[in-house]
């Protein structure tokens, strides 16, 4: 049982984890902040916070279990100003789809990293974002990736991840770098593709056409370029690394791609798309 | 009306067309033609055609209408089969994803461009294949692209156009150049990048947890991997110039993006991907 949960961000992931926690009632009163009353007002309304504050330290005062859920590159800024009024046996968790950046984050608004501190990353979401866009079933049957430290208090652990199973979801862990690794690859990647695509036909002469014939293909696969283009940008800065490393790897594929269509090379072709077919018939349906 | 149609590859395209038409009741007989009897005999039992042949010559007897729904490296050899029996004044169209290689084929099939000959495009389908997957609503409310010739018969024109009417489509002309360049950006190229990708992260070491780590959007974004590849590799084959072309402007844009992150340029990424954000809202939902 959590006693005070405070969020920080009570948008699509903090407000959909406020409410699922609320309705599996295992959460005696849950605290928000963030930078604009609007929305925290919104929040209330919404009946996803019971109550809060724009001021950090007198949001997280008497809280068990803290969660950041803003936005990566506003991690930092919340450890520094929470640094001195986190009780020393709270939860400390986040939610950024990054871990190496949030745990350099905390690491410095800290000065060091908190025993309680555990990384976190749910891998559910939609394109849309704000409170009003949050739902309590999101996490429901999808996985939550925790990624304890050396420093990593067992107790703390035990605690986020109990709170996340009370969400319907399946938590697992492994190292930062991992994680870091395999989300490059399966999220960030994509959306780099999707971006990039919609961006460069966009810039095309006959653009209003070009989009007209698109087909439900071109809807589908370009959904995820509909995302909030703040937080990409924060993923692309915090996840650098891993993201060049994995686009390194797709573009020379691609260019293997296009010798294998500029050479009229059939046989190549049919290969890589009955691999890709198979690979994805099996692991995603 | 059509009294009777003839349908070459009685499969997603062919076999959705004949059942759209027959709930239309706008046709009186159809008559399927392919290589498998089985597949054939199938169509019969779904309700899909009222009878068949193996033998193209006599399938197409007495046609008023024929469709061309096979595969696009089989056009040929059907155009092939079937000149010396095609009525002088019979209707005939294709439903083939590129336009520039079935007017070659079916000129070098029949000898000369037949008057009658309208080269068609429904923008519509889904990822399966085969009669099974057939519906007759498939078409209701999608684009229909014709790339009328200068040797096309104003006759045939205007029928092949309420056939497609018939069906519940939009149905729209433009020049076989600009059919081929417009789904090269919208169709062609999406399919490439999803295959690529897949491809690309299952030949990586651990793709049985990059796999599983897999969320929403990345279905969706992959969703067109599961095409079939031999239509893919056809189409690649036969749409190879307006692929390549659109393909080096994307390659060139994405390197442009990788650069931005490899360098953390914030703001070019953000300005790039609120573009592509602006432009994929406004014109896919
Ligand atoms: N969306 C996804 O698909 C997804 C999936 C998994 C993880 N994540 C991670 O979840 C986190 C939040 O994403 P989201 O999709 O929930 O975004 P969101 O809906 O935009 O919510 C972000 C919240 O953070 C607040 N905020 C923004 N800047 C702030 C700052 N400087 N200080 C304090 N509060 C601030 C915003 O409220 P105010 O405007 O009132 O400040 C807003 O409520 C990100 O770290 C993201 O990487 C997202
Ligand atoms: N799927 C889409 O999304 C889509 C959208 C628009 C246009 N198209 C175009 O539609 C056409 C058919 O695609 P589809 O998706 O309907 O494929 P499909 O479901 O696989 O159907 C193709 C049909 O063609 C027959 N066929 C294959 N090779 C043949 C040959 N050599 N001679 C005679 N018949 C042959 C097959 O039957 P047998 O096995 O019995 O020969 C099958 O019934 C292609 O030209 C494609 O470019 C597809």
Chains 1, 2 share one sequence.
Not at 211 to 225: K, L, N, S
Not at 233 to 256: F, G, K, P, W
């Amino acid at each position: 049982m959590i006693r005070r949960l405070t969020i920080f961000g009570v948008g699509l992931i903090g407000g959909s984890l406020a409410l699922a926690l609320r309705r599996a009632g295992t959460c005696e009163e849950v605290v928000g902040c963030s930078r604009s009353e609007d929305h925290l007002r919104q929040a209330v309304e919404l009946g996803v916070i019971d109550r809060y504050s724009l001021d950090p330290a007198e949001a997280v005062a008497g809280a068990d279990m803290v969660v950041l859920a803003v936005p990566l590159g506003a991690m930092g800024g919340v450890c520094a100003a929470i640094r001195d009024h986190l009780a020393p046996d709270a939860a400390l968790t986040d939610v950024g789809s990054a871990k190496g950046s949030v745990v350099d984050a905390v690491r410095e608004g800290f000065g060091e990293l908190p025993h309680g501190f555990v990384p976190g990353h749910p891998i559910a979401g939609t394109e849309r974002s704000g409170v009003a866009a949050a739902f309590p079933t999101l996490f429901q049957g999808r996985r939550v990736i925790l990624t304890p430290l050396d420093t990593t208090d067992i107790g703390a652990l035990a605690k986020v991840r109990t709170m996340w199973e009370e969400t319907g979801a399946v938590v697992e862990s492994m190292s930062v770098a991992h994680h870091d690794e395999i989300l490059a690859a399966t999220s960030h990647l994509p959306h780099l593709l999707a971006f990039g695509l919609v961006d460069s036909l966009a810039r095309m002469g006959e653009r209003d056409e070009i989009f007209r014939y698109a087909a439900g293909g071109f809807r589908d696969f370009t959904r995820i370029a509909s995302s909030d283009p703040v937080m990409w940008r924060d993923i692309c800065l915090s996840n650098r690394e891993a993201i060049l490393s994995v686009m390194a790897h797709y573009q020379e594929d691609l260019t293997m791609i296009t010798e294998a269509v500029s050479r009229g090379d059939g046989e190549r072709l049919l290969e890589i798309f009955q691999r890709a077919k198979a690979a994805r018939d099996r692991f995603c349906e």
